[in-house]
C-alpha cells in the first residue's frame, strides 16, 4: 500500500494486511501480490505437545512448518528493506522482478517440504497430531499432494472443530482443490446444525464457481498462478457441471432468503446474489455489462466507446502498491501497442474525487479513468463488477466479451493474442 505521499510502504496497518494476503496468494497459488477482501486466513496448528511427549514423526512435522514461516518472514523482510531502498521507476520494476522469482523459488521449496511429509502423513493419517501437518501440505504442496492431503483430512479428522471452519471460510480460490472432499463429506453429516450446513453450502458454490472460472481461462494467464500440474486437473472436470451446481446452490440460498451472517455486516444471501449474478455476467465467456460514468474531470464516457479494441479494465484504488506496479505494466502495454487496437480504461475506487486524480497524476497513468463516486466498493461501478480486491482486473476482447480475470506479465501472451484477432477482424 502506499502513504498519502505517494511513497510506498509496508509499515502501515493495511499495508501489513496486503503483503500478508498477497504472500499467502503467492505460496499457495503462485500469484503475484494481490489484495482480496473475500481472502480467509487459513486456521491456526493446534499447540504442538511438548517435546517428551510427541513422537519423533511430530517433531519432524513442526520443523518443516517452522523452516516454512522461517523462509516467509525472510521474504517479508527482504522485501520490505528492497521496497524501501527502491526510488526509482526502474529500481521498483526490477525490485518487481527479484519478488517474482524469490515467490517462484520459495513456492518450489515449500512444496518440496509438503511433498517430504506425504509418507509419514499417510502412515498416521488418522492420529489427531497429523492434522497439523496435513493443512501445512494443503497449504504449500503441489495440486496431488493438495488434494490426498484434503481427503485424508476429509476421511479422518472432521471432528476437529477448526476443519469445519477452514471448510465454510476457505480462501475462495481456485487452488483450493483439497477442499471438495473436505466439505462433501462435512455436508454428509444429517446431525450438522442448520447454520453450519449453509455456510458449507455457500463455501462449496463458491468453490465451484472459482473453480470453473478458473478453466475458462486461457493457459497464458493462468499456468503461472496455478501451476501445470493443477491446470492439466482442471482441464478434465466438466465445467458446465461445475456452473450448474454453484449456481443451483446459490439460488436455493437466495429462494430460502437465509438469514445468516457470512461475517459481521455481511449476509450470506446478499453474498449469494453477488456470486450468481457474476456468474451470469461478469464470467470469462460473457458479454461486458455497460460501464457509463463520467471520467476524473467530469466528462461522460462508457465502456463501448472502446468496442473494437481489446480493453484492459482496471479497478484501482490510491492507498494500494499492488495498484500502482499494475498500473506501470499497463502503462508499458499502453506504449507497446501503440497504433494497435489496444486501450486501457480505469476505473477509481477512491471516494473522493481528489484522491483519485492525484492517483493517475502522481503515477503518471495516461488513459482514461472512470471515477466510481463517493460510495467506494460499496455502490456504483465497483458493486456491479462485484470488486472485492484491489486491483481487479478483466481484459474484454474487441468484441466485448471477457476473455480473463487476471493482471501482470502472465496474460501479455493472450494480450498478444487478441490484439491479433482484433486486427484480423478490422481487415475484414
Same mark, same amino acid.
Given at each position: 500500500?502506499?502513504?498519502?505521499?505517494?511513497?510506498?510502504?509496508?509499515?502501515?496497518?493495511?499495508?501489513?494486511l496486503a503483503m500478508?494476503?498477497?504472500? *499467502?496468494? !503467492?505460496v499457495?497459488?503462485?500469484?503475484? *501480490?494481490?489484495?482480496?477482501?473475500?481472502?480467509?486466513?487459513?486456521p491456526?496448528?493446534?499447540?504442538?505437545s511438548?517435546?517428551r511427549?510427541?513422537?519423533?514423526w511430530v517433531a519432524e512435522?513442526?520443523? @518443516?512448518i517452522?523452516a516454512q514461516?522461517d523462509?516467509q518472514?525472510k521474504?517479508?523482510a527482504?522485501y520490505?528493506?528492497?521496497?524501501g531502498?527502491?526510488k526509482?521507476?526502474?529500481?521498483?520494476d526490477?525490485?518487481?522482478?527479484?519478488?517474482?522469482e524469490?515467490?517462484?523459488?520459495?513456492r518450489k521449496a515449500d +512444496?518440496?517440504?509438503?511433498?517430504?511429509?506425504?509418507?509419514?502423513?499417510?502412515?498416521?493419517?488418522?492420529?489427531p497430531k497429523?492434522?497439523?501437518?496435513? @493443512?501445512?501440505?494443503?497449504e504449500h504442496?503441489?495440486s496431488?499432494d +493438495?488434494e490426498e492431503?484434503?481427503?485424508?483430512?476429509g476421511?479422518?479428522?472432521?471432528?476437529?472443530?477448526i476443519?469445519?471452519?477452514?471448510? =465454510?471460510f476457505?480462501?475462495g480460490?481456485g487452488?483450493?482443490?483439497?477442499l471438495?472432499?473436505?466439505?462433501?463429506n462435512?455436508l454428509?453429516?444429517?446431525e450438522?446444525? !442448520?447454520?453450519?450446513?449453509?455456510?458449507?453450502?455457500?463455501?462449496?458454490?463458491q468453490?465451484l464457481?472459482?473453480?470453473?472460472?478458473?478453466a475458462r481461462?486461457s493457459?497464458?494467464s493462468?499456468t503461472?498462478r496455478?501451476?501445470?500440474?493443477?491446470?492439466a486437473?482442471?482441464?478434465q472436470?466438466?465445467v458446465?457441471k461445475l $456452473?450448474? $451446481?454453484?449456481?443451483?446452490?446459490?439460488? =436455493?440460498?437466495?429462494?430460502?432468503?437465509?438469514?445468516?451472517e457470512l461475517r459481521?455486516?455481511?449476509?450470506?444471501?446478499?453474498?449469494?446474489?453477488?456470486e @450468481?449474478?457474476?456468474m451470469?455476467?461478469l464470467?470469462?465467456g460473457k458479454?461486458?455489462?455497460?460501464?457509463?460514468?463520467?471520467?476524473?474531470?467530469?466528462?461522460?464516457m462508457k465502456?463501448?466507446?472502446y468496442r473494437?479494441?481489446?480493453?484492459?479494465?482496471? *479497478?484501482?484504488?490510491r492507498r494500494?502498491?499492488?495498484?500502482?506496479t499494475?498500473?506501470?505494466h499497463?502503462?508499458?502495454?499502453?506504449? =507497446?501497442y501503440a497504433?494497435?487496437? *489496444?486501450?486501457?480504461?480505469?476505473?477509481?475506487?477512491d471516494?473522493?474525487?481528489?484522491?483519485?486524480?492525484?492517483?493517475v497524476e502522481?503515477?503518471k497513468f495516461?488513459w482514461?479513468t472512470i471515477?466510481?463516486g463517493?460510495?467506494?466498493?460499496?455502490?456504483g461501478? !465497483?458493486?456491479?463488477?462485484?470488486? =472485492?480486491?484491489?486491483p481487479?482486473?478483466?481484459v474484454i476482447?474487441h468484441?466485448?466479451v471477457? +476473455?480473463?480475470?487476471?493482471r501482470g506479465? $502472465?496474460?501479455?501472451?493472450?494480450?498478444?493474442e487478441?490484439v491479433?484477432?482484433?486486427?484480423?477482424?478490422?481487415a475484414?
Open positions: 500500500m502506499q502513504e498519502s505521499t505517494g511513497k510506498p510502504t509496508l509499515s502501515s496497518a493495511t499495508g501489513g500478508r494476503c498477497a504472500l *499467502f496468494a !503467492a499457495f497459488c503462485g500469484t503475484g *501480490f494481490v489484495l482480496n477482501s473475500a481472502f480467509a486466513d487459513p491456526k496448528n493446534p499447540a504442538s511438548s517435546p511427549d510427541q513422537p519423533d512435522i513442526e520443523a @518443516a517452522k514461516e523462509r518472514q521474504l517479508f527482504e520490505a528493506e528492497r521496497w531502498k527502491a526509482t521507476e526502474a529500481e521498483q526490477a525490485l518487481e522482478k527479484w519478488r517474482h524469490a515467490v517462484d523459488g520459495m +512444496r518440496a517440504a509438503a511433498h517430504s511429509l506425504m509418507p509419514l502423513l499417510r502412515k498416521h493419517a488418522d492420529d497429523t492434522y497439523m501437518g496435513l @493443512a501445512f501440505t494443503t504442496g503441489s496431488d +493438495r492431503s484434503g481427503a485424508l483430512m476421511k479422518y479428522h472432521l471432528s476437529n472443530p476443519v469445519l471452519k477452514w471448510a =465454510q476457505g480462501r480460490d487452488c483450493d482443490d483439497f471438495e472432499p473436505i466439505i462433501r462435512l454428509a453429516d444429517k450438522m446444525a !442448520a447454520k453450519d450446513r449453509t455456510l458449507l453450502q455457500f463455501s462449496l458454490a468453490y464457481k472459482h473453480k470453473a472460472e478458473v481461462m493457459n497464458q493462468i503461472w496455478y501451476g501445470s500440474d493443477y491446470i486437473k482442471i482441464r472436470r466438466d458446465a $456452473e450448474a $451446481e454453484a449456481l443451483e446452490i446459490f439460488d =436455493q440460498l437466495i429462494a430460502k432468503k437465509v438469514p445468516d459481521p455486516g455481511l449476509s450470506i444471501l446478499e453474498e449469494a446474489k453477488t @450468481a449474478y457474476e451470469r455476467h464470467a470469462v458479454k461486458a455489462p455497460e460501464i457509463v460514468g463520467e471520467d476524473l474531470d467530469g466528462k461522460p465502456l463501448s466507446d473494437g479494441k481489446v480493453v484492459v479494465l482496471d *479497478f484501482g484504488v494500494c502498491s499492488p495498484c500502482i499494475f498500473g506501470r499497463l502503462r508499458k502495454l499502453i506504449d =507497446q497504433g494497435r487496437p *489496444f486501450a486501457g480504461v480505469g476505473v477509481n475506487i471516494k473522493d474525487r481528489k484522491d483519485a486524480k492525484a492517483f502522481e503515477n495516461t482514461p471515477w466510481n463517493p460510495t467506494g466498493c460499496a455502490g461501478i !465497483a458493486k456491479d463488477w462485484n470488486v =472485492q480486491g484491489f481487479t482486473v478483466y476482447d468484441a466485448g471477457i +476473455r480473463s480475470k487476471a506479465p $502472465e496474460f501479455d501472451p493472450l494480450i498478444e487478441l491479433k484477432k482484433a486486427e484480423k477482424n478490422a475484414k
